[in-house]
């Protein structure tokens, strides 16, 4: 019993300064602290880089797309009736109200012209990016009021996320509610040339709160700076990779002039132009470019980040295609490339945006200006 007692008290026995016990216990003791201290420094670096990003680079984050759209069987979305809502894309807080009849509308409401012109496009119509007042479209609206000495309505029926397929429905049922001088199908040269046409497109599961914006992807990319900048970087990787999809130079690059892409979405367009021609409601096709098709310095930029050559693209390819098919088809079209160019070199600012690269305020107005004529035209019953 002594042997064992004499063990135990030695097993008791404080260890000796600079032993390996006492080390290990000083390690286990300072662990948490070190972590944490780490945690810290780490959660610092990363506030101190989305601090950065927001001043210097900020990025295009996710917009709560419930409060503007709703779910739609057919069509995908719609926008809401009797909106009345503020929306932040990126470049500035702006006003979004509609009416009735869901149409984008300003502070005086629907208006009541003599002449009524409906706009079919995506988002570049829509334009979410500016206040109403400010769009191409109330601003030839107001310009042809005074053009022709009548009030003229033109009805903003665009909306984001919408493409040519989207285009027919519109005009049919737009069309089918009430009469219409004339109807312009405006079409972005970027995202607009699709492959086949859909029919119906299911109520989308994708707004607000719900699908992708609940998950944590979802939360980062509607408030992280730094999350939607890592997560484009690494996008962009996967494309210098090879990546098979599509990306904002695709539809200029030389090698994708023979797709059936371009023939599918004429035949797409001409079905809206159809739509129109059974209530004898004539069309114009506007082609709007995006601002790397306008813009060299922009070009150039694109260029590098997709690893691509200024030999291997033709900014004025998907203009040039698609204004040749619909025209070969007897269809009317206007390209307001060559107003955005000139305000390009003229140095216009603000043209598109720096954050969200819609239409900026310039750029609607330079649109604005080279339309009013062809639109007036074609209101009196003549082309230009």
Known sequence: MVGFAGIDDEARAPPAPGSRRTVSARARRAWPRVALLFAGSLAAGLLVLEGVLRLFHPQLLLFDTSAVWEPAEGLGVRR????????NTGEREVRVRSDAARHRVGAAGPRDGARRILAVGDSMVEALQVEHEQTMTALAG??????LGEAVDVVNAGLGGYEPSHYVMVVREELAAGPCDLAVVFVFLENDVVERRTARFPPSARLGDRGPAASAD???????????????????????????????LTNAERAHAGDQAWAATVGILAEAAEEARRRSVPVLFVLLPPRQYVDEEDLGRMLWAFGLQRADVDPGQPAR??????????????DASPA???AVRAGEPDLYGRVDRHLGPAGHRAVARAL?????????????
């Not at 809401?80 to 929306?87: E, G, I, K, N």
């Not at 939360?219 to 999350?227: G, T």
């Open 340 to 342: 955005l160019e000139a």
């Open 142 to 147: 107001d310009a042809l009021g005074r053009a």
């Open 321 to 334: 295609l698609l204004a040749e098919g619909l025209r070969a088809r007897g269809l009317d079209v206007f």
């Open 218 to 248: 979802g939360f980062l990319r509607r408030r992280s700076h730094l999350y939607v900048f890592v997560r484009n970087l690494r996008e962009l990787r996967r494309t210098r990779a090879g990546a098979p999809r599509r990306h904002l």
């Open 372 to 384: 009013v004529p062809v639109l007036a035209a074609r209101l009196r019953g003549g082309r230009r």
């Open 80 to 87: 809401r009736p009797l909106l009345d809502t503020r929306v």
